[in-house]
């Protein structure tokens, strides 16, 4: 079934640690996004990237780092977690290639928790 | 640099009863705008788009929604609501032009109880 996957599902981390949470997709969208989803905040935007090779800053990227090295992986990373870094992190997709982002789609998140 | 406001953080409802979840955005291009539901530890999945043409758009599970210009609104609806739908909805806007990303609503909880 074509759609976006993350792993892991959900992580117990201590604060200082390195983290990656990995996305993939396989429907060979060119943009792909990450998002943090807090209660009362709705989902902010992380990182981004139209297409692969490229990555864009979102609204909320300090402490957070991302790579495009192919079309399908989006990776996320915490080079040194903190506990403000708790949240549940979606990853989506989108074929922006005819000019707008149209739909977005979701993966189905990882809820991390920073001790 | 656009915004999006969902006026409402929960709304309660009886089952078969209507529903409207507000939203209102501020932009000074034109955009395109969306609705997005989300059940309980799931991810988003979209309900509705409006990209162009008429302002009433219908998209899943009976929910529609009309584009408003003048009032930078884009409400949804529904005329009768069922426990299923209970959900948080999220409305989100973007730049119609290129490359833009989302800028999503903070959510509006629907609670629909018999």
């Known amino acids: 079934i074509a759609g976006i996957t993350q792993a892991p599902t959900s992580q117990i981390l201590a604060a200082g640690r390195r983290m990656t949470l990995r996305c993939t997709q396989d429907m060979r969208h060119n943009a792909m996004y990450w998002y943090r989803q807090d209660l009362g905040l709705g989902l902010r935007l992380i990182h981004y990237?139209?297409?692969?090779?490229?990555?864009g800053k979102g609204e909320v990227p300090d402490g957070y780092s991302v790579s495009r090295a192919n079309t399908d992986d989006f990776p996320l990373t915490l080079a040194s977690a903190v506990p403000s870094q708790t949240s549940v992190y979606f990853c989506?997709?989108?074929?922006?290639?005819?000019?707008?982002?149209?739909?977005?789609?979701f993966g189905p998140g990882t809820r991390l928790t920073v001790l | 640099a656009q915004s999006v406001t969902q006026l409402d953080s929960q709304v309660p409802v009886f089952e078969e009863a209507p529903v409207e979840l507000r939203c209102n955005y501020s932009s000074s291009v034109s955009v395109y705008l969306f609705w997005y539901v989300q059940y309980p530890n799931q991810g988003l999945q979209l309900l509705l788009k409006y990209l162009s043409g008429s302002t009433l758009v219908k998209g899943i599970n009976g929910f529609e929604a009309e584009f408003n210009k003048s009032q930078t609104s884009f409400h949804l609806r529904k005329p009768s609501v069922h426990i299923s739908d209970t959900a948080e909805y999220f409305c989100?806007?973007?730049?119609?032009?290129?490359?833009?990303?989302?800028?999503f609503g903070k959510g509006t909880m629907l609670l629909v109880s018999p």
């Open positions: 990237s139209n297409t692969a090779g490229t990555t």
């Open positions: 989100a806007v973007s730049r119609n032009s290129g490359y833009s990303t989302l800028t």
């Open positions: 989506a997709s989108s074929d922006s290639s005819a000019g707008g982002p149209y739909e977005q789609f």
